[in-house]
């Protein structure tokens, strides 16, 4: 069978808004990397399970059709942000570092949102098939509307980081020299962080939430074996992000039975393994040179 | 000698760096307490004092990256509204030299603020801190990661990165500190022209028997100040005494 027969338009576009997701993922979590808080989006993720599922249990309540994706991914973007200002505002305190505040957040968002499921399995309201989407992922059930979203979402996301590369390296690199010249340290790592909290929040409905860290988490880590340059690192994560959004999405598509979310993972994974050993800079097998 | 930047105008009696009742507690534990100092107009001051004196802390206080009590003012406004007259040094160790950078990419982040927002570098900024690089010796080395450099290569690329600010004064956190030879003498010389263009070199330092030799000024600090002037004057058997709570031999 030729693997393009019976792909229609639609699912081309589908395709297009993935692999501009997973480009936008792998440029934006490239500086999550560098600046060392590469967990930060793991909590998101998982900080989004309250959110749609408190979306969800609102919908019921307010008789709206629960499974409308606006509702739930209204309620993951709302989730996500609260996420991030609960681990500022934690790492922030006294005796509390960034990492644990990080943990601490993942835990609680996990836990609330585990114990607000419980609940919306025990109501016997329809339309959960949108709630598993979010939390398992399948790219298959994407409307043409979302992809071009995605896509938008994607441009816009690389846009941002084209114009503020020199600044968000100098920030990653020395961020006590980059406070002496006036850069607002702050402000980027924030925005770093909303780039991510947004793509991450974006990719829920592909890989689930579980998974949707790890377009952001694995493609820079894969690149960063091939280059020594901040730039070349950026570029080659948005490029492996997107291949593994593609490739994994087309897979997913092709083996009926395998769900999108995993088969992204495994095949940035294997970018990743690749990429360990052989990456020109600092793979395994690259001798050390540069 | 060539000139490192443009050149600077020695700063007039108006534009000094002054330091006001300055403290600083981590945790409740004072760190420094009321320094009050003039650095002078321009030429090279060491500050010295034994481990935990607050030398470091003093730098990092004057530049706003810790929260102090007091004032720090260049030309009697506060540092964080005259940031283009500053150029900070940390120490080597402060940073990841993992980071995927070369060397001219470390010394263009000096530029950053100049270039200003939504800009490349260009091209002459690039000429630029190639030149930086040719100044501190390492211009073969330009486009090398900086972690494959040696400890002394990677201080003098901070050192280039410092300069490139084009400030008229610079704080280095031990810039000596584990360099070899080499790097020792090609820092010391960039001091050297420094001092000739007028500007103002604060450097945090350990090396008590290069100091008279060196620098024309000294600050000698234990949490609080303990002597500030001429080599001549406050580098003293007796103040050292003061200050290390051992009688120390000042020069060799």
């Known amino acids: ?145 979302e992809a071009w979203l995605m896509g938008g979402l994607a441009v816009l996301v690389l846009a941002i980081i084209g114009l503020v590369l020199k600044e968000l390296s100098t920030v990653a690199f020395d961020p006590d020299f980059a406070a002496t010249i006036g850069l607002p340290v702050a402000r980027l790592d924030a925005l770093v962080a909303l780039l991510c909290a947004s793509v991450v929040v974006a990719a829920l409905p592909i890989a689930g939430f579980v998974l949707a860290v790890a377009l952001v988490v694995i493609p820079p880590a894969a690149a960063r074996f091939w280059s020594n340059r901040a730039g070349v690192v950026v570029v080659l994560a948005a490029a492996i992000g997107s291949a593994s959004a593609l490739a994994g999405a087309a897979l997913s598509a092709i083996l009926t039975e395998t769900p999108t979310g995993p088969a992204i993972v495994l095949v940035a994974a294997l970018f990743f393994a690749v990429s360990l050993f052989f990456g020109r800079a600092r793979g395994l097998l690259a001798g050390g040179a540069a | ?59 990092k206080a004057i530049l706003g990256l810790v929260a102090s009590t007091g004032r720090a003012t260049i030309g009697g406004r506060p540092v964080a509204e005259r940031r283009e007259a500053t150029a900070y040094v940390p120490q080597r160790a402060s940073v990841d030299w993992d980071f995927p950078a070369t060397a001219l990419d470390v010394v263009l982040q000096g530029m950053v603020r100049e270039a200003g927002w939504l800009r490349g570098y260009g091209r002459a900024r690039r000429d630029r801190a190639m030149a930086l690089l040719d100044r501190v010796g390492l211009a073969d080395l330009a486009s090398r990661q900086i972690g494959q450099m040696s400890g002394g290569q990677q201080q003098r690329v901070f050192l280039a990165r410092g300069l490139a600010r084009s400030a008229r004064i610079l704080f280095l956190d031990e810039p000596l500190a584990g360099v070899d030879a080499a790097s020792e003498s090609i820092i010391l010389d960039v001091f050297d022209t420094l001092d000739r263009e007028g500007r103002l070199v604060v450097c945090v330092h350990h090396d008590l028997g290069t100091v008279a030799e060196r620098f024309s000024d000294v600050l000698v600090l234990n949490r609080k100040i303990i002597a500030a002037g001429s080599v001549a004057n406050a580098f003293t058997p007796e103040i050292l005494a003061r200050a290390y709570g051992v009688p120390l031999v000042a020069r060799p």
Request: hydrophobic share 55%; proline share 4%.
């Open chain 1, 1 to 145: 069978m030729s693997l393009l027969a019976g792909i229609g338009f639609n699912t081309i576009v589908v395709m297009i808004g993935v692999a501009a997701l997973g480009c936008a993922a792998g440029a934006a979590g490239t500086f999550a990397m560098l600046r060392r808080k590469a967990l930060v989006s793991d909590a998101v993720a998982h900080g989004t399970l309250p959110g749609i599922a408190g979306a969800f249990l609102l919908a019921a309540l307010l008789g709206r059709a629960p499974r409308e994706a606006a509702w739930l991914m209204g309620g993951a973007a709302i989730a996500a942000v609260l996420s991030l200002a609960a681990i500022e505002w934690l790492a922030r305190r006294p005796r509390i570092g960034h990492d644990t505040a990080t943990a601490a957040v993942l835990a609680c968002g996990f836990g609330l949102g585990l114990a607000l499921l419980s609940v919306v399995q025990t109501l016997s309201v329809g339309g959960q098939a949108g709630l598993e989407q979010l939390l398992f992922g399948s790219a298959a059930g994407m409307l043409p509307e």
């Open chain 2, 1 to 59: 000698m060539l000139a490192i930047t443009p050149p600077a105008t020695a700063a007039g009696l108006d534009d000094r760096l002054a330091v006001e009742g300055l403290s600083v507690a981590y945790r409740g534990v004072p760190a420094l307490e009321d320094i009050t100092w003039t650095a002078p107009a321009s030429g090279l001051t060491a500050i010295v004092g034994p481990n935990g004196a607050g030398k470091s802390t003093l730098l």
